[in-house]
């Protein structure tokens, strides 16, 4: 119980911008900090090396942590979406929502992707065309029809729950989902990813489905190509046949990310 509460503090103090763990390994990094500063100064006394010291800028946590992050949610489902744009090679590729220095940088490696969210973005970057649009109002006519292939991962969840500045809309996912729909042409790829397990609101960061919800949800527009989910431990199942036991536990998941592979019939 002792351990719970100070569980909850840690995440209390994030909420108010405070990182207790990156506070604590700064502090541990001071030592070996000043150590090897001394050490190199010592060595400039005796070689010159070319670079002089001007500023000094101590980065004392990177000792610590991992040379990057290769799990979880957004660094499983942006690969493997970005690798399916890539061999289905669409006419026109259209995001809504997700990740600009993830899957959409991905994809623009590659190929041009129009990029559509309620929040501005300014960016010079080649490949990336942004139009700003709130998917839970009223479509853009430019939108309707307008693409062959469309992702949305990790964004559907946040509609309506004013994270983003968006209006309160219970039933927001619902709303941009239909709107999703009107932007796919018959026959064109829906890529789709949302927290999944036992269904409920964290408010105000997001929604989480229930495997069973989710599956309701396209039936009918949709065929189900494929399905992959990361557990919560991070890690990712790729094309997971869906049996009942599969839907009624959520693959076993609490928070995972399911991806559907979708291909709109009508």
């Not at 108010?16 to 604590?24: E, I, N, P, S, Y």
């Given at each position: 119980m002792q351990y719970k509460h100070i569980q909850n503090l840690v995440a209390g103090l994030a909420l108010l911008g405070f990182d207790v763990r990156k506070t604590a390994d700064s502090i541990r990094g001071i030592v070996p900090?000043?150590?090897?500063?001394?050490?190199?100064?010592?060595?400039?006394?005796?070689?010159?090396?070319?670079?002089?010291?001007?500023n000094i800028y101590p980065c004392l946590?990177?000792?610590?942590?991992?040379?990057?992050?290769?799990?979880?949610?957004?660094?499983?489902?942006?690969?493997?979406?970005?690798?399916?744009?890539?061999?289905?090679?669409?006419?026109?590729?259209?995001?809504?929502?997700?990740?600009?220095?993830?899957?959409?940088?991905?994809?623009?490696?590659?190929?041009?992707?129009?990029v559509v969210d309620i929040r501005n973005l300014i960016s010079s970057a080649k490949n990336i065309?942004?139009?700003?649009?709130?998917?839970?109002?009223?479509?853009?006519?430019?939108?309707?029809?307008?693409?062959?292939?469309?992702?949305?991962?990790?964004?559907?969840?946040h509609f309506g729950l004013g994270r983003y500045g968006d209006p309160i809309k219970i039933d927001g996912h619902l709303m941009g989902f239909r709107n999703l729909s009107r932007m796919v042409k018959t026959g064109g790829k829906l890529y789709l990813s949302?927290?999944?397990?036992?269904?409920?609101?964290?408010?105000?960061?997001?929604?989480?489905?229930?495997?069973?919800y989710l599956l309701d949800m396209v039936h009918g527009n949709y065929r189900l190509d494929s399905f992959s989910f990361v557990d919560d431990e991070g890690e990712i199942h790729e094309n997971i046949p869906l049996g009942q036991e599969q839907i009624a536990n959520n693959c076993g998941c609490v928070y995972g990310c399911g991806i559907l592979e979708l291909t709109k019939l009508s």
């Amino acid at each position: 119980m002792q351990y719970k509460h100070i569980q909850n503090l840690v995440a209390g103090l994030a909420l108010l911008g405070f990182d207790v763990r990156k506070t604590a390994d700064s502090i541990r990094g001071i030592v070996p900090f000043l150590r090897d500063y001394r050490k190199l100064r010592q060595q400039t006394r005796q070689v010159d090396g070319g670079f002089p010291f001007v500023n000094i800028y101590p980065c004392l946590t990177d000792r610590y942590a991992q040379s990057g992050v290769a799990i979880g949610h957004y660094f499983h489902q942006d690969l493997l979406v970005a690798r399916k744009v890539f061999h289905n090679a669409p006419e026109r590729h259209v995001d809504v929502g997700s990740r600009i220095d993830g899957f959409v940088a991905h994809v623009a490696a590659f190929r041009e992707i129009d990029v559509v969210d309620i929040r501005n973005l300014i960016s010079s970057a080649k490949n990336i065309k942004f139009l700003r649009s709130d998917l839970m109002g009223e479509l853009p006519g430019s939108l309707i029809g307008c693409c062959d292939s469309l992702s949305c991962l990790h964004a559907l969840e946040h509609f309506g729950l004013g994270r983003y500045g968006d209006p309160i809309k219970i039933d927001g996912h619902l709303m941009g989902f239909r709107n999703l729909s009107r932007m796919v042409k018959t026959g064109g790829k829906l890529y789709l990813s949302v927290p999944i397990g036992p269904q409920r609101i964290e408010f105000n960061a997001h929604r989480v489905f229930s495997l069973g919800y989710l599956l309701d949800m396209v039936h009918g527009n949709y065929r189900l190509d494929s399905f992959s989910f990361v557990d919560d431990e991070g890690e990712i199942h790729e094309n997971i046949p869906l049996g009942q036991e599969q839907i009624a536990n959520n693959c076993g998941c609490v928070y995972g990310c399911g991806i559907l592979e979708l291909t709109k019939l009508s």
